[in-house]
């Protein structure tokens, strides 16, 4: 059994989560990374995804992360959202509408910069999509 840390998943709107963890697996900008007790201190930009927490009680919760930050110390680890929900309470309506804002966004864009970070955050959120919901 994995040593538990503290991890708090926080958004604009509540705290989400804040309980001893044996380990998170977060949307990194480089990439996933698990995250276990004694991780040596980073601080990393997160991209649209999902974030799954192990708890110290054995389950397992699934978090959807639309951007924000990590800050992860030996002692713990958090996570400012800029949004999150559930997996069990993604609501569908609302992926929807920020995949077609995101598609606005892409055919819009002014220059060929602004396209591509548009492009980039589209294909996120597409894969975020087909990885939580069900074909």
């Given amino acids: 059994m994995a040593e538990a840390f503290k991890f708090e998943l926080v958004s604009p709107e509540r705290l989400l989560v ?3 963890v044996e380990s ?17 201190p980073v601080m990393t930009t997160i991209k649209p995804g999902v974030v799954t927490v192990k708890t110290a009680a054995g389950g397992e919760e699934r978090y959807v ?18 949004s999150a929900v559930a997996v069990k309470d993604v609501d569908r309506a609302d992926l929807a509408r920020r995949i ?23 294909s996120q959120l597409t894969t975020l999509e087909g990885a939580i919901l069900p074909a």
Avoid at 24 to 40: D, K, R, S
């Fill in 100 to 122: 077609q804002e995101a598609k606005e966004d892409a055919n819009d864009a002014k220059d060929d910069e602004a396209r591509s970070k548009a492009e980039q955050f589209l």
């Fill in 24 to 40: 998170v697996v977060i949307p990194g900008a480089e990439g996933e990374m698990t995250v276990m007790a004694h991780h040596a």
């Fill in 65 to 82: 992360v639309f951007g924000g930050f990590a800050d992860i110390v030996p002692a713990g680890c958090t996570l400012l959202a800029e």
């Fill in 18 to 20: 804040s309980e001893q």
